[in-house]
């Protein structure tokens, strides 16, 4: 794929996104370290009842896989920070490489908008750090299949280039008013 069709965004987008995801992501990981050693840890981000990783993370949806979830984003982010630095170098991105990052942030986020909704309605507590990691993964996959949309040869994928955005910012007011609906009113 020459570069010229992968927007700077992009590159942007991968490049902060992807630390500040790994950042919540290894904070995550270092509070449920210390939450296995020390039971009566009080995680940094506890703020009250509703807005309490530490509650969130001892949880059996935290570990999905039978690991800390929190790891899938230690280990991916820095992936895709380096792919946003190259797209920002201009060094050449194959377009089969944006493929998989539509393909895997495209799981992540159905998987993210299941943490949300297990958060929100099952758990009935707000993990600040998953909110974040969750509010990077979302952008990631809309934006990274914009750019392989509008350089497709199929003509449907490219009628959606132009509701990427709309999407990203419909997931954010979806997840946004079920915050607010359950905590809130």
């Given amino acids: 794929m020459n570069n010229k069709t992968v927007s700077k965004n992009l590159g942007w987008l991968l490049s902060v996104g992807g630390v500040v995801g790994w950042i919540s992501s290894f904070i995550l990981t ?3 370290i210390k939450l296995l050693e020390n039971p009566k840890y009080i995680s940094s981000c506890n703020v009250n009842s509703v807005l309490a990783c ?5 949880t059996a949806q935290a570990s999905v896989f039978g690991f800390p979830n929190s790891i899938i984003g230690v280990s991916s982010f820095p ?18 490489m944006l493929q998989i990052i539509a393909l895997v942030s495209g799981l992540a986020t159905l998987f ?18 998953c909110i974040v990691v969750w509010a990077m993964t979302v952008p990631i996959f809309f ?25 990203t910012l419909a997931w954010f007011a979806v997840v946004g008013a079920a915050i607010t609906l359950q905590f809130v009113i």
Avoid: H, M
Wanted: proline share 4%; with cysteine; hydrophobic share 55%.
């Fill in 30 to 32: 270092i509070d449920k």
């Fill in 54 to 58: 530490g509650n969130v993370v001892k």
């Fill in 79 to 96: 992936i895709l920070v380096l792919i946003g630095v190259l797209i920002l170098l201009d060094v050449f991105i194959p377009r089969w």
């Fill in 112 to 129: 993210v908008s299941w943490l949300a909704f297990q958060s929100i309605y099952v758990i009935e507590i707000l993990c600040p750090y």
């Fill in 143 to 167: 934006l990274t299949s914009r750019d392989l949309f509008k350089n497709s040869r199929n003509s449907t994928l490219k009628l959606l280039v132009p509701f990427t955005g709309f999407l």
